[in-house]
């Protein structure tokens, strides 16, 4: 089994929450940066736990560096909210709410959250080449390993 299970308890109910395990994350990443590599895009590839904790990053050495943070501030902001960033972008178009001055919060493409059945484990953020492509490389991501999310 690839995920791993924490108990709950409460006065009322017992849950088993599935936690994303490190060996996810890595197949994952893995898939993300041979896609991209076979399309020529340099990326950096983060993939977070539930909390919002690094769990997996994987960066190709001519990748901007400074879409290492933005990767990880993608895979955050897919994490916290559970959707994907690319909604962010989409809410805010054509309004002044302010959200998008949120620190660490990313409204462009490339974030995805991460899920086993109905529980967010997780999110995957891609940074480096366009929107688009980033949130492309991080579906491939999440097919490659969709069987270990059951």
Not at 31 to 39: E, G, L, S
Not at 55 to 74: C, E, H, M, Q, T
Request: charged residues 20%; proline residues 4%.
């Amino acid at each position: 089994m690839s995920l791993t299970s924490a108990a709950f308890s409460s006065a009322y109910a017992l849950a088993e929450k599935p936690i994303l395990a490190v060996e996810v994350a890595e197949k994952a990443a893995l898939a993300c940066d041979q896609h991209a590599r076979a399309n020529g895009w340099k990326l950096n590839i983060a993939v977070l736990d539930d909390g919002g904790g690094l769990l997996y990053f994987r960066r190709d050495p001519a990748a901007f560096r400074g879409s290492v943070d933005i990767s990880i501030n993608k895979a955050w902001t897919a994490t916290q909210f559970g959707f994907p960033t690319r909604l962010f972008g989409e809410m805010i178009v054509n309004r002044a709410n302010g959200i998008q001055y949120t620190p660490r919060l990313i409204i462009f493409p490339g974030g995805l959250p991460i899920k086993a059945g109905d529980w967010l484990v997780g999110g995957i953020g891609v940074s480096g080449a366009t929107g688009d492509q980033d949130e492309e490389c991080a579906k491939v991501g999440l097919e490659a390993v969709k069987d270990m999310l059951k």
